[in-house]
């Protein structure tokens, strides 16, 4: 027997039409010791009518998935759908603005605009007449004949999003394009595109956007899509309930914003911040000893006392996601704190550290360094073997590469030798590219 059909009932509001599907997508490159995943398993759908933001730390790939969608770059596994129909390439109806401004600087704000029409064909006058009408949308009427070097940080981005917009783009994808603006510039440019797009002003239907700060999520997005690092997934979806325009100091936005925290939080527990669990080939964010030592005595002092909320840290410290949890991870690997639902606490060893003078707490820190990252013991004990007590850098970099791609393993390298040249556990010529124990006592 036939399924009857199933009508819509009259009134009804139509269902939103899905604008874009990503299924099962993976993005991986082969290395000596496998395939290095950078995204595995990642799935989303995004609806005409939101806004969607995704969330993550550095080593998430919430950028690369961002230029898959574009169509950009292919994934190795998996599918992009755009508007029901599968993703080859870049598409029709799908527009980009970038972290950095890239402005054409021998461009003016209406040349630079007209680009991209100019590379679909359009005619001079059309071109003109739409360039003109995004530029005004945007806030930057007055400015056509300017060149970038004669606008602001703020004002160079709002001709970034003029160029996108001026495509009349069905979907608008966003790399963190508020994260190289002063706050109260991003802040304005927020709020701003925020109410063109509830006042329906943009031609956009969807819009999805990439960042590391937590409350910007909130504050943007009608969904937030939290994923893993190392490789990246989506691992939760977060509903923000709250209508436009939002209050940021309202108790429910507070909480939303510190359950997200939470749930990264737990998280990074699951994968991997537990001291003696980094391997040799550990991916290492370079975090300066002076940031781990900061936010030690941050912590040690009144109010913290030794424990924190996380969210309540980075709001006082000025921190965002990409630049608290590095620091808190950091020394989470090292022994000195732990973390636990949104919360940082210093370990025994953390607080002894915070009461050290210099001298001790670099013994100190060059005992944990040795003992917990994998890397840095290799270093040393290759030296300690050597006759010469040299090493080239291209040794270990050559070994790193095994695991980790080419600038990934470059940025490990770095954060180590830093780290290890605070700890005096060896010395490092930059000039030479050279690991030796010249002046370090055995």
């Known amino acids: 027997m036939l399924n009857p059909t199933i009508t819509p009932t009259p009134g009804a509001p139509a269902e939103p039409a899905e604008i874009l599907r990503v299924s099962h997508v993976?993005?991986?490159?082969?290395?000596?010791?496998?395939?290095?995943?950078?995204?595995?398993?990642?799935?989303?759908?995004?609806?005409?009518?939101?806004?969607?933001g995704l969330l993550g730390r550095s080593g998430s790939g919430k950028s690369t998935l961002l230029r898959i969608i574009a169509g950009l770059i292919k994934p190795t596994g998996g599918q992009v759908d755009y508007l029901g129909k599968p993703l080859t390439g870049p598409a029709d109806g799908v527009a980009m603005v970038f972290q950095t401004f890239a402005l054409f600087p021998w461009l003016t704000v209406l040349q630079n605009v007209e680009a991209g029409l100019e590379a679909l064909g359009v005619g001079a006058r059309e071109r003109r007449e739409r360039a003109l009408k995004a530029i005004d949308l945007i806030g930057l009427d007055g400015f056509e004949n300017a060149y970038p070097r004669e606008l602001s940080g703020g004002m160079r981005q709002r001709v970034g999003f003029a160029r996108a917009?001026?495509?009349?783009?069905?979907?608008?994808?966003?790399?963190?394009?508020?994260?190289?603006?002063?706050?109260?510039?991003?802040?304005t440019l927020r709020t701003d595109l925020l109410d063109l797009w509830n006042e329906k002003k943009l031609p956009i239907k969807s819009v999805l956007i990439v960042t590391h700060n937590i409350e910007e999520a909130v504050f943007m997005c009608d969904r937030i899509l939290v994923l893993s690092s190392n490789p990246g997934r989506v691992i939760a979806e977060i509903k923000v309930p709250f209508p436009h325009p939002r209050n940021r100091l309202a108790p429910a936005f507070r909480q939303l914003v510190d359950d997200i925290y939470a749930k990264m939080t737990a998280r990074v527990i699951a994968d991997q911040?537990?001291?003696?669990?980094?391997?040799?080939?550990?991916?290492?964010?370079?975090?300066?000893?002076?940031?781990?030592?900061?936010?030690?005595?941050?912590?040690?002092?009144a109010p913290y006392n030794g424990k924190a909320d996380l969210p309540e840290v980075g709001r006082s410290l000025h921190l965002e996601v990409d630049d608290l949890f590095p620091v808190a991870e950091m020394m989470q690997h090292l022994g000195f704190a732990d973390m636990r639902e949104g919360d940082i606490m210093l370990t025994q060893a953390g607080k002894i550290f915070s009461d050290y003078g210099t001298d001790e707490r670099k013994r100190m820190f060059a005992e944990h360094l040795q003992r917990y990252v994998p890397l840095a013991a290799r270093i040393r004990t290759v030296l300690n073997e050597r006759p010469g007590h040299r090493a080239p850098r291209v040794r270990f970099e050559q070994e790193l590469e095994d695991f980790l791609s080419d600038s990934a393993a470059m940025e490990t390298l770095d954060a180590v030798i830093n780290w290890g040249r605070y700890a005096e556990i060896f010395s490092y010529s930059d000039q030479a590219e050279m690991?030796?124990?010249?002046?370090?006592?055995s």
């Not at 495509?167 to 802040?187: G, I, K, Y």
């Not at 690991?435 to 006592?441: A, P, R, T, V």
Request: glycine residues 6%; negative net charge; charged residues 20%.
């Open 273 to 301: 911040a537990r001291p003696g669990q980094l391997t040799l080939g550990s991916w290492l964010p370079p975090v300066s000893t002076n940031l781990m030592a900061g936010l030690i005595e941050t912590l040690a002092a």
């Open 26 to 52: 993976r993005r991986g490159f082969n290395k000596t010791q496998g395939e290095l995943l950078v995204l595995d398993d990642a799935n989303l759908t995004l609806l005409e009518g939101e806004i969607v």
């Open 165 to 187: 917009l001026v495509v009349d783009p069905t979907l608008l994808l966003m790399d963190e394009p508020f994260s190289a603006l002063d706050v109260l510039t991003a802040e």
């Open 435 to 441: 690991f030796s124990l010249e002046d370090i006592e």
